[in-house]
């Protein structure tokens, strides 16, 4: 038996158009995001990919981009599921920062280990800087699991656990999962499904708002390539997404 699994990263967001890292920063959708969340939907409603059940991060980025889809698709009324370990990488002390005059500032180099490295993160964020999630309502409950700056390799960990125990199993009873979630966040789980090596996930951009289709076996390996529903979108819209800051 094969399962089917779609992810979508969120529309274009209010700090995807000014070109700001953003990370955990609770930013909203732009006119244009509203858009390819709905573009995303009636794809995958022409393509016949109908959810069961979604998973979302707690940012509303995602959570409007899931309403908005499903919508568009008649699944508006499945079962919805939300954890902090789907949201974006925490991207530390560049929150709020501005990619152009960030790679103008530190260098091609640093930029590039900042933004796209498996290992190596920002410096943190302080809990009293002025894009920090400290203290928010949301987060409660994390404790010590609370980031403060994250690579790659810090999202890996903290969102395989979820994986594992909260998707595979919506996966195994035969359900056609949506997950919608975030460029860094579904980057990790590209990684995982796709056993992209540490070095090679430089080179994956995920872009806004485009369905990516995988056909899962009964060990959760993908049974082909991930499929975008609009191929030739989306491979426009990951150029666009690499070129950040240039
Ligand atoms: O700013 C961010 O949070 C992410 C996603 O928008 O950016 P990047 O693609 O540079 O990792």
Redesign the pocket.
Known sequence: MTSTLVLLRHGE?E??AKN????WVDVNLTEKGRGEAVRGGELMREAGVLPDVVHTSLQRRAINTACLALDAADRHWIPVRRSWRLN??H?GALQGKD?KQTLAEFGEEQFMLW??SFDVPPPPLDDDAEHSQAGLPQYADLGEDMPRTECLKDVIARFLPYWESAIVPDLRAGHTVLVAA???SLRALVKHLDRIGDDEIAGL?IPTGMPLVYELDDDMRPTAPGRYLDPEAAAAAAAA?AN?GR
Do not use: D, I, P
């Open positions: 967001s700090w995807n700001l890292f953003t990370g974006e990488r991207y990619k933004r796209r975030h460029g860094n951009n997404v950040q």
